[in-house]
């Protein structure tokens, strides 16, 4: 069952926060010393602009290179137009300083814009009188669609791949977006476990819509640009495998009871494998996938 878009986006940030930091903020990455980091419990702040209870997203200590000491770092994404929104970023800034102004000398506030709107989003909140500056907060902020996708494409960078769809983009690039992340994915393939593979790929497909012919045909580009990574782009899309080789069995078997005889499933196997050859996967690929010798395979050719 996929995970809600809130609770996959914070699971991202999570898991590869020093990820995200490198990617969007470089100069505060050479600052921070990834050893010493400590997700904190969520906070629950009295939001006094809408007079309601609200829980931080993420907040987290980690230790600060140029202070020899820790700091916090807040973390709050935002999927919504909320034209009040950095005057709670402010509050939530003032209730933590209050809270931990003895133990941590920074309090760092980020802001991840996930809408599909492109606009400015407003990052201060200011108070003045004449020839003097009362108050001037400016959180950091990360607004999605303003980022280029196109800058990120040769990054092997976690994040980058999780969320080249919510980049900006036009209808007429949308394809190559998609072919992008999956060669992104598959060189994510060589680092990563199958647990942080599966969370790029859900979150990824949170923005993505889905499309199983599109889906096809960039496979087998990539097949054609890649043959040596011919398992690696097999496993790619665990879908190619139900539009597939699933079926072509389920097809045989049909068939088989049909006529009844038992080898329907072997027939059904043969007919999917000539498709996939077909399709420009090499036999040795085809013989992992469906776990067959590749000199059976090559029979069927």
Do not use: C
């Not at 020093?18 to 921070?32: A, G």
């Not at 080249?164 to 060669?183: D, I, N, P, S």
């Not at 497909?205 to 040596?228: G, T």
Request: aromatic share 10%; glycine share 4%; net charge negative.
């Amino acid at each position: 069952m996929p995970l809600p878009h809130d609770e996959a986006f914070k699971k991202l940030l999570e898991t590869f926060f020093q990820e995200f930091i490198e990617l969007f903020f470089p100069e505060l990455d050479s600052m921070l010393d990834y050893r010493e980091t400590r997700f904190l419990m969520q906070e629950l702040l009295v939001d006094i602009v809408g007079e309601e209870a609200r829980e931080l997203d993420l907040l987290l200590e980690i230790r600060y290179k140029g202070l020899d000491g820790y700091i916090l770092i807040h973390l709050e994404p935002q999927s919504y137009r909320d034209s009040r929104f950095h005057e709670r970023m402010f509050i939530y800034f003032s209730r933590l300083f209050e809270r931990y102004r003895k133990e941590h000398k920074l309090i760092i506030p980020i802001a991840i814009f996930t809408s599909d709107e492109i606009r400015e989003e407003q990052d201060t909140l200011e108070m003045v009188i004449p020839e003097h500056q009362i108050l001037r907060f400016q959180f950091l902020k990360v607004e999605l669609r303003k980022q280029n996708w196109r800058r990120f494409i040769d990054s092997d960078n976690a994040v980058a791949a999780a969320l080249l769809a919510k980049m900006g983009y036009t209808t007429r690039e949308a394809r190559e977006v998609r072919r992008e992340f999956l060669r992104m994915f598959m060189k994510l393939k060589t680092r990563l476990d199958q647990g942080r593979l599966a969370l790029v790929m859900s979150v990824a497909d949170l923005y993505f819509q889905p499309d199983r012919v599109q889906d096809e045909e960039i496979i087998k580009e990539l097949m054609i640009q890649y043959p040596e990574e011919g398992e690696a782009i097999m496993e790619l899309m665990p879908a190619w495998k139900r539009w597939g080789y699933e079926e072509g069995i389920a097809e045989g078997i049909e068939q088989g009871m049909e006529k009844g005889i038992e080898k329907g499933i072997e027939k059904g196997q043969a007919e999917i494998i000539r498709k996939l050859l077909l399709h420009g996967f090499t036999p040795e690929a085809v013989s992992k996938a469906v776990e067959l010798p590749v000199d059976e395979i090559k029979k069927l050719m």
